[in-house]
């Protein structure tokens, strides 16, 4: 089972950036995709971003052109860089890892907060 623990949430305003990690236990290169989820408040997660093996990048439209989905396999750390923040970006973020198909580990999340 791979251990996943985000990090870099908090409160900001509109207009600003935040930048979340992910730490993870195993060896990410190896991994067959990792990527980001968001649940606001009475929503359902939600995809936000994902990036495979490979490096082929993902995103929800509502995230496109604002945020950076990218992974440092030295440090088996995933990233997702938020810009132009808005307060609909408000959730609590979700890092998951396939290693393979069928077999997914989800971290603790991580709140963020955008104010108007």
């Known amino acids: 089972q791979v251990q996943l623990v985000e990090s870099g949430g908090g409160l900001v305003q509109a207009g600003g950036s935040l930048r979340l990690s992910c730490a993870a236990s195993?060896?990410?290169?190896?991994?067959?995709?990792m990527g980001w989820y968001r649940q606001a408040p009475g929503k359902q997660r939600d995809l936000v971003a994902t990036?495979?093996?490979?490096?082929?990048?993902n995103y929800a439209d509502s995230v496109k052109g604002r945020s950076t989905i990218s992974r440092d396999n030295a440090k088996n750390t995933l990233y997702l860089q938020m810009n132009s923040l808005k307060p609909e970006d408000t959730a609590v973020y979700y890092c998951r890892a396939t290693v393979r198909i069928g077999l997914t580990s989800w971290g603790q999340g991580t709140q963020v907060t955008v104010s108007s």
């Open positions: 195993g060896n990410i290169f190896s991994f067959y995709s």
């Open positions: 990036i495979s093996r490979g490096g082929s990048t």
